[in-house]
C-alpha cells in the first residue's frame, strides 16, 4: 500500500465487499478449476518440493566446483554457499498439475555464466533422474531446460557482486544490480518482479484464484504466449494484479468480470502499471516512450514494478492485440451472463476454434535429422514467427494474420527419400507410424526384422526426419464485387524475408540437413491432428451461409404458398429462382475441382509461397465475411472455391502460386 492508503497509481474504482451471491459464484469458479485439473495433488506438490530441495543442493556443488576452477582454496570455496529462487506461477502460487518451475540459480563472483552452462550440464548429466536436458546459452535469457524426478525445470542463472551468498540472501535490494552484467539483471528480474507483485496486491488469494482462472482462460484461447505475439504469465499475472487493486475487496469472480470489463475498454497503448515507473540513478535502460522511440511503438504496454521496468508485451502485434481484444469482448460478455446466473465458468474455459475460423492458413515447416537439432530449429522458428506476421501485416488484402500458439511436432524414419521430402514439407502420411515405435495391427510392438540388412537401417537413419509445423491464419479483405476480375496478393516479399531472418542466424547451417518450407493451405486442406476431435467445417463458411439463406427463404416461400395457393408449377419455378440467387463461386466465375493436375484436388508436395490468386472476401476476427456461396468443402458437382495451388516461376526469383482450373 502506497503513501495514499491504495495499491496502484490511482484510487480503486470500488471498495465494496462481496455479496453473499458473488461469493457462492467465487467458490463455484473454485470447483470448477478443481474440475479442470488445474490443481496439482499432494503427491505431485511434495514432488515438487523434492526436487527443488536436491537442485538446491546441487546448486552449492556447482559453486563449490566452480570457485575451485578460479583457485579459490578448498575451505573457502565451502563456505560461499549459493541459493536458488522459484519465480513465475509456481512463485505465485498459481501453477496447475504439471506445469513447469522457473527457478534461479544465483552464485557470489566470480562464478561465470560459462562455468553455469559448462560445470552445473556436467552435474545434471550424471544424475539419474535427470533427462531431456537442453541447455540454451544463447537464449535472450539464457537457461537450461531439464525434467528432474519427472518435474519441468527452466533454470537461469546470475552473479551477484559479492564474495557470498548466504542462505537469507534476497533480492528486493535494488543496490544488487549495480555492477551486474546485462545477463544477470535480465535473470535476476524475473524473481524480482514475481516478488514485487505479490507485494502490491491487496489480497493474495483471491489474486491466486483469479489468475488461475485467467491463465487456463489465455490457454483454451490460445492467446498464450509470449514468444508468438500474445502475452506471456507474467503479463497475464501483473493484469490480475491490478484489476485486485481497483478492486480491494472484491472476491475472484468479481475481480474476474471486471478483469473483462476494464481490459476491453482500456485506452491502448497507455501503459498498464502497478506503481509509479522508479529512475534510478543507475546505467539500465528504463521503459520511457517519451525517450525512446522504439518504447513508443508498443501497442499493449504492461510495464514490470521493479527496476529497471521494462515493457512485457513488447512482442504484441498489430494482428495479435486485435485477437486479444475480441477475446476480452467474448469473456466481458460471458463473465457477465455468470455473474448473472445465466451462464456457467465452462463456458469462459471453451476450448478456441482456430482452426475453424479463416479459410486460408500457412504452414510453417521446420525439419532437422537429429533431436538435438531440432530442439533448436524448433525454438529458433519459435521465436521469429511473430516477425512473419508483422511482414504478412504489411501485404495490401490481409487484414490480420493469426499465429497459433502451438506447434505440431513429428518424429518420423522414412522409407524413401520422397517421403521424408513429403514429411519435411508437412505431408505427413496419415498411416505413417512414429519412429521410435513398430507395432503390429494389434498395438503390440513389433520386433526387429532380423532380415533387415545394413543397407536398410542406413537408409532409415538417412531418412530420419524431425519436423515441426506452425500455423498463421490470414483473414482477407472483403472484395468489393463490383470490381471486375480476380485480386491478386503477393507473399513472395513476407515470406522471403522471413526465411532470410531464420537462415541468418548463426545456429542455422546448410549443411546439417535443416529444411524450413511454407505452404498455403485451405481450411478443407488442413491435416486431421488440427482439429483434435473437433468438427472439420469452418465456422462461418459461406456454404454454411448459403443454407441458412435458403433455407429462410424456403420458410419464406411455403408461408406465401400456403397463403396464396400456388400451384405446384409456380413453387418449382419459385425453387428454380431462389437456387439461382445462390449457385455464385467464390470468385464470382465458376472454377471447376481441380482433376489430377494437382494430385486430385490436395496441395503439392512443394509449395513454397510468392504469390497467389485470392478470390475470397472476409471481415472481422474469425468469419470470412464474404457474400459469395462456394462449397468450402469441394464437394459434388457445384461450384468450388479455389482449387488446390501449385508453384509456377515468378519474377524476382520467387515462386508464386498459380490455382489449378482457374481462368
Not at 537442485?55 to 576452477?69: C, G, P, R
Not at 511436432?409 to 517421403?419: P, T, W, Y
Amino acid at each position: 500500500m502506497n503513501e495514499n492508503g491504495y495499491f496502484g497509481v490511482t484510487p480503486p474504482i470500488s471498495s465494496e465487499w462481496p455479496t453473499a451471491e458473488e461469493q457462492a459464484i467465487s467458490e463455484e469458479l473454485l470447483a470448477t478449476l478443481h474440475r479442470e485439473g488445474q490443481f496439482e495433488s499432494e503427491d505431485e506438490s511434495k514432488n515438487r518440493e523434492v526436487v527443488l530441495g536436491k537442485i538446491d543442493k546441487l546448486m552449492k556443488e556447482f559453486v563449490y566446483k566452480a570457485l575451485l576452477k578460479h583457485k579459490v582454496s578448498e575451505s573457502l570455496a565451502r563456505t560461499c554457499g549459493g541459493k536458488i529462487f522459484t519465480f513465475g506461477s509456481y512463485r505465485l502460487g498459481a501453477h496447475s498439475a504439471g506445469t513447469d518451475i522457473d527457478t534461479l540459480c544465483v552464485a557470489p563472483s566470480p562464478v561465470s555464466h560459462d562455468d553455469f552452462f559448462e560445470i552445473m550440464v556436467e552435474l545434471l548429466k550424471g544424475r539419474n533422474e535427470v533427462d531431456e536436458l537442453v541447455p540454451v546459452p544463447g537464449a535472450y535469457v539464457p537457461v537450461i531446460k531439464m525434467r528432474f524426478g519427472g518435474v519441468d525445470i527452466d533454470l537461469t542463472f546470475a552473479t551477484l557482486v559479492q564474495p557470498t551468498v548466504p542462505e537469507d540472501q534476497e533480492l528486493f535490494d535494488v543496490n544488487l544490480l549495480r555492477n551486474l552484467d546485462e545477463t544477470s539483471i535480465r535473470s535476476i528480474n524475473g524473481s524480482r518482479v514475481t516478488d514485487e507483485i505479490l507485494r502490491l496486491v491487496p489480497s493474495i488469494p483471491t489474486f491466486r484464484l483469479a489468475l488461475r482462472c485467467i491463465k487456463l482462460w489465455a490457454k483454451r484461447r490460445a492467446i498464450s504466449s509470449n514468444s508468438v505475439g500474445f502475452f506471456g504469465g507474467v503479463a497475464w499475472a501483473m493484469l490480475v494484479a491490478r484489476i485486485c487493486q481497483l478492486y480491494p475487496n472484491a472476491c475472484a469472480a468479481i475481480v474476474v468480470a471486471r478483469y473483462f470489463r476494464v481490459l476491453f475498454r482500456w485506452r491502448w497503448p497507455d501503459p498498464v502499471l502497478l506503481k509509479p515507473i522508479e529512475t534510478c540513478n543507475m546505467r539500465f535502460q528504463v521503459w520511457n516512450p517519451d525517450i525512446f522511440p522504439q518504447h513508443a511503438t508498443h501497442k499493449m504496454p504492461i510495464i514490470t514494478p521493479a527496476y529497471p521496468s521494462m515493457c512485457a508485451t513488447h512482442n504484441v502485434t498489430q494482428s495479435t492485440q486485435r485477437i486479444i481484444m475480441s477475446e476480452f469482448k467474448r469473456g466481458l460478455e460471458i463473465s457477465e451472463k455468470i455473474i448473472r446466473g445465466e451462464s456457467r465458468w465452462e463456458e469462459l474455459f471453451a476450448k478456441n476454434d482456430f482452426f475453424r475460423r479463416y479459410k486460408y492458413y500457412l504452414q510453417v515447416n521446420v525439419s532437422s535429422t537429429s533431436e538435438d537439432t531440432q530442439n533448436m530449429l524448433h525454438g529458433l522458428v519459435e521465436s521469429r514467427v511473430r516477425r512473419y506476421v508483422g511482414f504478412l501485416e504489411g501485404v495490401d488484402l490481409i487484414v490480420l494474420a493469426h499465429p497459433y500458439i502451438k506447434s505440431y511436432d513429428h518424429n518420423r524414419a522414412c522409407q524413401s527419400e520422397e517421403e521424408a521430402q513429403k514429411v519435411r514439407d508437412g505431408n505427413i502420411p496419415a498411416d505413417a507410424k512414429p519412429a521410435n515405435a513398430s507395432t503390429t495391427a494389434n498395438g503390440i510392438e513389433d520386433k526387429e526384422d532380423p532380415s533387415s540388412t545394413a543397407q536398410e537401417d542406413e537408409n532409415k537413419n538417412k531418412n530420419h526426419v524431425y519436423v515441426s509445423s506452425f500455423y498463421v491464419g490470414l483473414l482477407l479483405k472483403e472484395k468489393n464485387h463490383d470490381a471486375n476480375g480476380k485480386r491478386r496478393m503477393d507473399l513472395s516479399f513476407a515470406t522471403q524475408e522471413f526465411i532470410k531472418i531464420i537462415k541468418m542466424t548463426p545456429t542455422w547451417k546448410e549443411d546439417e540437413n535443416m529444411n524450413i518450407s511454407i505452404r498455403f493451405l485451405r481450411q478443407s486442406q488442413l491435416p486431421d491432428e488440427v482439429f483434435d476431435g473437433q468438427p472439420r467445417g469452418r465456422l462461418h463458411s459461406s456454404s454454411t451461409k448459403k443454407k441458412s439463406e435458403k433455407g429462410k427463404q424456403k420458410i419464406v416461400s411455403k408461408k406465401r404458398e400456403i397463403e396464396n395457393g400456388a400451384s405446384s408449377e409456380a413453387k418449382s419455378a419459385k425453387k428454380t429462382r431462389i437456387a439461382d440467387v445462390h449457385v455464385p463461386s467464390t470468385s464470382g466465375v465458376a472454377v471447376k475441382p481441380a482433376d489430377d493436375a494437382g494430385g486430385n484436388g490436395q496441395i503439392p508436395d512443394k509449395a513454397h509461397i510468392g504469390g497467389l490468386g485470392e478470390n475470397t472476401a472476409t471481415s472481422g476476427v474469425g468469419g470470412d465475411g464474404n457474400k459469395s456461396k462456394g462449397n468450402d468443402n469441394d464437394q459434388g458437382s457445384v461450384p468450388a472455391s479455389i482449387p488446390a495451388p501449385v508453384p509456377t516461376a515468378a519474377k524476382m526469383g520467387g515462386i508464386k502460386l498459380k490455382l489449378i482450373g482457374s481462368p
